[in-house]
């Protein structure tokens, strides 16, 4: 491993990371941490930095992701940008990251994601955006993470999801956005998550579950399934039919269900 200990000036710049351009190119990962790092300039990563398989940019000041700011990163597997202040995540910020696997985004204020800013991660497997301030997911925001596994959008304030904002995601094997302000689910909102085996939405305001709402076919993988603390007052006929066979824990405590229809 390789933690840079430099003074950065509040950027990360190619001047100052090519002074250690030999031991980079040794090295597989970089952790450049709690230096009160506010940028990332272009071409910031280049030449021999990329064989650089893991980034680690945590607890820093970042507030903004250029277009295409890391370029030349054609061996990245793992980016994490935790804790951080970003408040958006612009069009094509990670875009010619097509190798990586895991990006965590955690810990940040992003409220708005514009709807290409995932375009190029075709191999990503994990996405953790928890503990922002996202409010929407829209049809597009996904569309090109064909190969996501793991998304977990917990602890934000989503109070609406589009009916096919999971559409293309699949291969998504668990999703979880608890800790949300979402009151309900459009019809259809998980239909094409055929191998879904995990779905958390606990401390939600959500206060019906009608038939439609998962929709999954009956071969579905489904195996937990949470929906505790919310407001749940009613569960329509037939709800969890298409998943009866694979269900295997179900968590409904702390509602309010008066009925079963």
Known sequence: SYLIELCFNNSIN???LKSVNNSLAKRKILGITEKNINQIEKNAFRNSLNKIEEIYLFKNKINI??????SNLQSLHVLSISSN??????????????NLIRLDLSSNKIEIIELYAFNGLYKLEELDTKSNRIKFLKDQHFSHLNSLKILNMRWNE????EMNAFKNLIKLEEIDISMNKLIKFENDTFR??????QLYSSNNY??????NFLNLKNYSNLERLNFEFNNLQSIQNNTFESVSNSLGWLYLSNNQIKELD
Do not use: D, H, P, R
């Open 14 to 16: 190619w001047t100052i």
């Open 65 to 70: 992701l250029q277009k295409n700011v890391f």
């Open 85 to 98: 202040e970003l408040t958006i995540l612009l069009n094509s910020a990670f875009n010619e990251l097509s």
């Open 158 to 161: 989503i109070e609406y999801i």
């Open 192 to 197: 094409s998550l055929n191998i879904l085996k």
């Open 206 to 211: 959500i206060k019906i579950l009608n038939e």
